[in-house]
C-alpha cells in the first residue's frame, strides 16, 4: 500500500490520496496530528510533500510513520528549505528544514535519537527555482558547505530527500 500524505489537489495514481480537508476529495481524511489509521507494518511507499512545516509535533509523526511502514518503505518528502521566502511566507509553517535536519533519523548518526525509530537516508538534494538552476549542480556537490556560506544569498527553494525505514 503507498499513501499520499497530504494531497491537497495532487491526486496521485496508485497511491491511498490522503488529506486533513475534504474539499480536495481525498480517498481517505488523515489529521496528522493523530495516530494514522493504517495498521502497523502495512505501508510500502509514502509521499507527503510540503507538509511536515505545518506539523506542530514532528517527532510523533515520525513514529506514526515508522509504526505503519514496513521493513524497507520508503518515505519521500519535499519541504521547504530554511532560507527561502516560502518557508516563511505562510503563516501555518511551524518549522524550518535544513540539510542536515532528518540526520537524527539515522542509527549510524552520531546523533541518532532512539525514541523515533530508525530511517537510512537514500538521497537528498537541494532544488532551486529555475534562475538558479546551473549553481543547483555546483551546490549539490557539497551541500554542507553551501549551507554555512551561501543560504541567504543563493537560497535554495526546497529539501527533497528519500527515505528508507529500517527495521
Given amino acids: ?10 491526486y496521485r495514481k496508485g497511491y491511498i490520496n490522503c488529506d486533513i480537508s475534504p474539499e480536495v ?21 509514502i509521499m507527503i510533500n510540503h507538509v511536515l512545516e505545518h506539523i506542530h509535533d514532528i517527532m510523533f509523526v ?9 521493513n524497507g518503505a520508503i518515505i519521500n ?6 532560507s527561502h521566502e516560502s518557508a ?5 509553517h511551524v518549522r524550518f528544514f535544513t540539510w542536515t ?14 525514541a523515533v525509530g530508525n530511517f537510512k537516508t537514500v538521497w537528498k538534494k537541494l532544488k532551486w527555482r529555475r534562475i538558479f538552476k546551473p549553481l543547483e549542480l555546483l551546490f549539490n556537490i557539497s551541500p554542507r ?5 551561501f543560504p541567504w544569498i ?7 530527500i528519500k527515505l528508507r525505514v529500517i527495521k
Fill in 1 to 10: 500500500m503507498k499513501l499520499h500524505l497530504g494531497c491537497g489537489r495532487d
Fill in 25 to 45: 476529495n481525498p480517498d481517505k481524511i488523515v489529521d496528522l496530528e493523530k495516530p494514522l489509521d493504517f495498521e502497523d507494518d502495512s505501508i510500502e511507499e
Fill in 62 to 70: 515520525l513514529k506514526e510513520f515508522y509504526r505503519v511502514c514496513k
Fill in 77 to 82: 518528502i519535499q519541504v521547504p528549505y530554511f
Fill in 88 to 92: 516563511f511566507s505562510t503563516m501555518t
Fill in 101 to 114: 535536519s532528518f540526520d537524527f533519523l539515522d542509527a549510524e548518526n552520531p546523533r541518532h535519537y532512539d
Fill in 145 to 149: 558547505v553551501y549551507q554555512e556560506l
Fill in 154 to 160: 543563493f537560497p535554495a527553494k526546497e529539501l527533497h
